[in-house]
């Protein structure tokens, strides 16, 4: 019966184990699409500068395009946003007439 439960008790270490390294894995994985603007629902679906781009993107361009109107300071350095959100805010931001400084 001891013999039984050291096998039980192994199983469930190691099953605890692999959840954790299978679940770090995953969330690596999703942090690091999401930062370069790649996560999921990315898709190339929202006109916004003339052509399709992503919603990511888009939401970018237009709050660069009204900060540039608004006389508000260049944000698009914001390391707090995405790559893909930072070059939507910058084209936003020259296409409205503003140089990126």
Not at 18 to 39: K, Q
Request: charged share 20%; net charge positive; aromatic share 6%.
């Amino acid at each position: 019966m001891t013999k039984h439960m050291v096998y039980v008790n192994a199983s469930i270490v190691a099953g605890i184990i692999a959840t954790l390294a299978v679940s770090s894995t995953l969330l690596m994985t999703n942090s690091v699409l999401a930062s370069l603007g790649e996560s999921a629902g990315q898709k190339k679906d929202v006109k916004c500068a003339g052509e399709m781009h992503t919603q990511n993107y888009c939401d970018g361009y237009h709050i660069g395009k009204g900060d540039c109107e608004n006389g508000n300071k260049y944000r698009g350095n914001d390391t707090h946003h995405t790559k893909n959100w930072r070059d939507g805010y910058k084209a936003g931001w020259n296409d409205n007439g503003c140089r990126t400084p």
